[in-house]
């Protein structure tokens, strides 16, 4: 979620609730034994990448067997799926004195589209002035035969034509040397999560990511509209290797499989990722942590040492949120799920797969927002992660179910009062809206909402549908259908008819009037 908007929204929300008492361990982010040097990181090719001691999984391809790690045991066997996704390999080296990140990132893809492919279309985020940085690809092959490229969007589309077509059904190799570059101390005027402030020094979007080929309209080349979330991509499996000077600690989507020191001034980590949508990356220095284990993921939370309560209520507030959604939703399959205190100043919280970023000033008493925040952002582990859709698009499917999903938390965690006073401000800022002309069709993209409509629409309407279905489809019928959209469409792209199917296959009725009325149109609907 670019979650501009949900400041406003949640800044007026004050709560106050108990929380639960976990065991957890609080430590300091090692520093002694990594101290940070005044020396550049050396090329990633300078020593070959050591190989992880990970058992490979019986009948899996080595290349998929090495992601076992980054998955519960339980849910290792959805890497039998794994000729569903594309292979992003990034190694690639970090300079925090003038905070770059260079390096190769070679996709491995196949035609899934069922039409030839002329050309390849790769998203260059941190290129969208909200970002205020910059990324570069130096080079490009594919199957190893360098192929010419252009930009469009003012950069920050990446198009590659290929020099034959590939054919429904052939794989690509694909090689982009680039080099990416952050702000620093800018989260007040560009996106925090690509910035170094705080001692969180993120690189979200860090290297070229894949576009989406729709079935009906081809290669997603529109232009990116910030009031949606930036990445609309499908799930491929990441490997990444990353050389850091010492001194800082890496948090990233997936695991560590291997970490080692390279020099005596730079130590190398390697991830993996699971089938995600995209990798996010950090660097951390003078942060401390607290962390536990539920229902077998670990969960981190890194905080300022000045914010310790808050460090640890965060970390309670991302258990009972695990809990909350994996009895209500389904399991989340990761070993690993990361909460950073951030500085994102212009919006609260952002979600990456594994990883949420939380605004600062949310960990300082009284801390009414730091809990709804922590909880939609985790649930997006779910809504996004997990079952994807056009955020650029159709926004209501993912952000709806994860504001919806701070009423199942509040329930979850037994208050029902504030429970009520949750749906009350949707109601309030809704109704609103409605009242000033703001209303609008729930499947409009954020580019047709503008700034007067997407939030009451994004955020309030679409979480009240969720609360009209419930209504409409009883407790059973409702658990029913929110298991069922899940388990059908874990690792996969969804819209909105696709959402409609599956609630009426788990209730055996007809939801047609109430998807027309909120969905497709601007009907006067009754607000649950």
């Known amino acids: ?117 002329d050309q390849l279309y790769f998203h260059l985020y941190p290129n969208h002035p909200d970002f205020g940085g910059r990324l570069d690809v130096t080079s490009a092959s594919v199957n190893d035969v360098p192929v010419t490229s252009d930009t469009l969007h003012n950069d920050t589309l990446l198009r590659l034509t290929l020099p034959a077509p590939l054919r429904p059904g052939q794989s690509a190799h694909v090689v982009l040397e680039f080099s990416a570059k952050t702000t620093k101390n800018a989260s007040s005027k560009t996106f925090g999560a690509s910035n170094f402030e705080a001692g969180v020094w993120s690189m979200a979007n860090f290297y070229p990511i894949l576009a989406r080929h729709f079935a009906d309209s081809g290669w997603d080349t529109r232009q990116v509209d910030s009031r949606g979330d930036f990445a609309v991509s499908s799930v491929a499996l990441y490997d990444v290797t990353i050389d850091a000077p010492n001194g800082w600690t890496l948090v990233s989507t997936g695991v560590t499989i291997h970490d080692g020191p390279v020099n005596e001034q730079v130590h190398r980590q390697r991830f993996v990722s699971g089938p995600q949508r995209e990798f996010y990356l950090g660097a951390l220095q003078g942060l401390a942590q607290a962390e536990t284990l539920v229902d077998g993921t670990r969960i981190v939370s890194y905080f300022q040492p000045g914010s310790a309560d808050g460090g640890t209520f965060g970390l309670e507030v991302a258990t009972q949120s695990l809990r909350a959604f994996n009895a209500r939703y389904g399991t989340y399959p990761l070993a690993e799920l990361e909460v950073v205190q951030s500085a994102l100043t212009q919006f609260l919280g952002m979600e990456y797969p594994g990883v949420v970023l939380i605004e600062q000033k949310l960990y300082t008493k009284p801390m009414g927002d730091l809990e709804p925040t922590i909880a939609h952002e985790i649930a997006h582990q779910w809504w996004y992660s997990q079952v994807g859709n056009d955020a650029q698009g159709e926004a209501w499917l993912d952000e709806g179910l994860a504001s919806y999903s701070q009423v199942v938390y509040d329930e979850a965690i037994g208050n029902p009062q504030r429970t009520e006073g949750e749906l009350q401000f949707f109601r309030n800022i809704f109704i609103t809206a409605r009242a000033v002309g703001h209303d609008a069709p729930l499947n409009s993209s954020p580019a047709d909402l503008g700034n007067g409509r997407y939030y009451p629409v994004i955020y309030a309407k679409a979480p009240l549908f969720f609360h009209a279905l419930r209504r409409q489809l009883g407790e059973t019928g409702f658990d029913r259908f929110i298991h069922a959209y899940y388990a059908a469409f874990r690792y996969q792209d969804v819209a909105g008819p696709d959402m409609l199917r599956v609630a009426q296959q788990s209730c055996g009725c007809d939801l047609t009037k109430i998807y027309h009325d909120w969905v497709l149109t601007a009907a006067k609907v009754a607000i649950p």
């Open 1 to 117: 979620m670019n979650a501009r908007t949900l400041l406003t929204l949640l800044a007026l929300v004050a709560i106050v609730g108990g929380c639960v008492p976990i065991v957890a361990t609080i430590s300091a982010t090692p520093s002694v034994a990594r101290a940070a040097r005044a020396t550049a990181t050396p090329p990633p090719s300078a020593t070959p990448t050591p190989q992880p001691s990970v058992t490979p999984t019986p009948t899996l391809p080595p290349e998929v067997a090495v992601q076992a790690p980054a998955l519960l045991p339980a849910a290792v066997g959805d890497l039998a799926g794994a000729s569903a996704w594309d292979r992003y390999t990034i190694i690639a080296a970090l300079n925090p004195s003038d905070l770059s990140v260079r390096g190769t990132v070679t996709l491995d893809m196949r035609n899934r589209y069922g039409v030839d492919l």
